[in-house]
């Protein structure tokens, strides 16, 4: 058989696993198997057999279901040739159902049979990486082993769609077999990036480590003198982290450490994970910080300004990366929270231009891009887009008159700004200035009228 297999055409860092071991199925069958991103133009998709198309996130919905209907053209009346899957098709196969007349495959493919009539089970299989090698996308990251060495999360957080993608958590999953059968067939990679869930909470944690070890990611590893590394890229569960699992992430050549930090509840067992850690002579951090769920932008200030405080205190570095939540069913990234607005979101995304898109773990640039009070850190996130941006050209002309008058504003009048300003819409923003018989108010508003959303961006 003909096999395609397609990715939608949304940024993406890391390749499409399934779909390369759909691909890796498919080759042991003998078939001829083409990856591609986005959508095949012409009549080429009609010499396919099978077209599998796999699926992300909720807010590339759009684009996702364009690119189901697009084939689904291709193939004309014959939708046994069509599947889809992955992670939206299992979370919503209804929504895509209704849009496409489509009804996708959902959950992993740790089943034998479900792909044809025989016994592999496709989820234990080698991804064919020699796919990525004629795909029309560069993906940022292809020297490395993908894998799990466990499934699941025993936890039930609310934000998160882990409990209904893999509903059951497994504790151990030996990832010996399957580096060595990419090794075998493909050659050696760099590094290792395992994709679980929580891999903290399995007791055979030890067991887990001793196997990374073995294959070849001691701590200090080299591959032809460069630097290896482990990476568990969805993050430690800070609440897990104790003295004895910190020496044994010591062993490994992980880097970086990745912590979440969803709420200020969490602020104690955050401290003492990163304590422990940088104990064990773990010094490099990456935490991914929640935000627009139920926090508040003072909230999310102390967080970012105790990991900074921490890299001072303890002599490491925590880079800490906002992550704007986005509930699991929304078709794009509109949501605001309820203590949020979009002023406040497109303020916090325009600081994060400013800083290069990362919390830096040096104070003194903290500050400098968020304030020194969860107070400064509003008034900057209400200044115009072009103020945050260029801060250093307005300085001692328009931003300086703005954070004068701003600061002057009694906690009525600064309500009244703040409500203006909520929806980012221009019209509204020049209706009040045109009515409003407040001087400050009206001197404020013509910053943004003069620098509208999207200058200097």
Known sequence: MKILLVEPDYPNKYPPLGLLKIGAYHQQRGDEVVLYKGLLKGEAAQYFDRIYITTLFSFYYSKTIATILHYKRMVGGNLRRLYVGGIYATLYPQKIYAATGIYPFTGQLNRPGILGDDKVIVDQLAPAYDLLDSVNYDYALKDAYFGYATRGCPNTCAFCAVPKLEPKFIDYIDIKPFVNAVREKYGEKSHLVLMDNNVL????????????????????????????????????????????NAALLAEICIKPVRLAYDGVRDAGGFERAIKR?????????????????YDTPADLYFRLDHTTRLSEEIGCQIYSFPMRYTPLDAID????????????????????????????????????????????????????????????????????????????????QRQALWDVLADNKMDKIKEVWENTKDKRLKRLLQHHIDYPMGSGA
């Open 201 to 244: 909470a399995s007791k055979r944690f030890g067991k887990i480590i001793a196997d990374i070890k073995k294959l070849g990611f001691a701590r200090g590893a080299k591959l032809q003198r460069r630097q290896r590394t482990v990476d568990f890229n969805q993050g430690l569960d800070a609440s897990l982290v104790t003295s004895q």
């Open 277 to 293: 850690l940088s104990k064990a002579g773990l010094k490099g951090f990456s935490t991914y910080v929640l935000y627009n769920f």
């Open 333 to 412: 990234r509109l949501h605001v929270g309820k203590n949020w607005t979009m002023r406040r979101i497109r303020g916090l995304q325009k600081i994060l231009n400013y800083a290069k898109g990362v919390v830096s773990s040096r104070r003194d640039l903290f500050f400098a891009a968020f304030g020194k009070s969860a107070d400064e850190f509003e008034e900057i996130i209400h200044m115009p887009d072009e103020y945050i941006l260029q801060r250093n050209a307005h300085k001692g002309n328009g931003a300086s008159e703005w954070r004068r008058d701003y600061r002057k504003l009694t906690a009525v």
